[in-house]
């Protein structure tokens, strides 16, 4: 809905309608580069949608306002256009996504289920507050949401371990990326975990190659969806 009336201010922008010009091509101008870093991040989607739907508001009221009887039906047709332009491009986003869902079938959903068995096994066989090393800062909440006994090196967003530590922000990052050869080495040293949790789809299957031949990792569960490595003394 959020681009239906993105789309739909877009449609409305009329050039004559001097009288509140500025203030909608301010509004645009603000939403498109809203929608910019929504697009760009998840993390600013709550920006995007009340000022998508203000600038809608007021890029139409010249519309609304000049309406006359006799004009009815022309802006009548002018809104069914609008409106069938605007839902086609949503089913064709929507269509995509879809389809790339689709072929994407060796991975797995994006659902809180991905990571259940990995967390129960987490839960039974780590002491209270064990800090876990997990392989995308992304999967925090998934994990969380099965497994509050443990805590976790990075969540809900990566600026906190950033601001907590750079040298250990980035080496984080680098783990994930598969891109440390022996991670267990550092995963233990540097953070002070014992055990990491991965999802295993193809965003993660580096860091799961380089955990699998470090010889101070081992797999102690593995399901469908994740893997869980202890790190060896």
């Known amino acids: 809905m959020t681009l239906v009336a993105q789309i739909g201010g877009l449609l409305c922008v009329r050039p004559e309608h001097r009288e509140s010009s500025a203030r909608t091509i301010c509004l645009l101008l603000f939403s498109t580069f809203l929608a910019l870093l929504a697009f ?3 993390r600013f989607m709550e920006y995007w949608p009340p000022f998508a739907v203000v600038f809608f508001a007021v890029a139409a009221a010249p519309w609304l306002d000049r309406v006359r009887v006799n004009e009815l039906a022309r802006s009548w047709r002018v809104a069914v256009v609008s409106a069938a332009v605007s839902v086609a491009i949503v089913m064709a986003i929507m269509l995509f996504v879809v389809l790339d869902q689709t072929l994407k079938i060796d991975q ?3 659902s809180p289920v991905v990571y259940a068995g990995a967390a129960r096994w987490l839960t039974e066989n780590t002491p209270p507050s064990s800090l876990v ?7 925090f909440p998934m994990l969380f949401f099965h497994d509050s006994h443990n805590a976790y090196v990075s969540g809900l967003d990566p600026t906190y371990l950033l601001y907590a530590n750079r040298e ?3 080496e984080y990052g680098r783990i994930c990326a598969g891109e440390v050869q022996d991670p267990g080495r550092l ?8 055990f990491a949790v991965s999802a295993k789809d193809v965003e993660h299957d580096e860091f799961i190659r380089r955990a699998r031949a470090d010889r101070s990792m081992k797999s102690v569960f593995e399901d469908d969806h994740a893997v869980v490595f202890e790190i060896l003394p």
């Open 40 to 42: 760009k991040s998840r």
């Open 108 to 110: 797995p959903p994006d």
């Open 133 to 139: 090393f997990n392989a995308d800062w992304d999967d």
């Open 168 to 170: 250990s922000a980035e």
């Open 187 to 194: 995963i233990s040293g540097r953070f002070g975990a014992r």
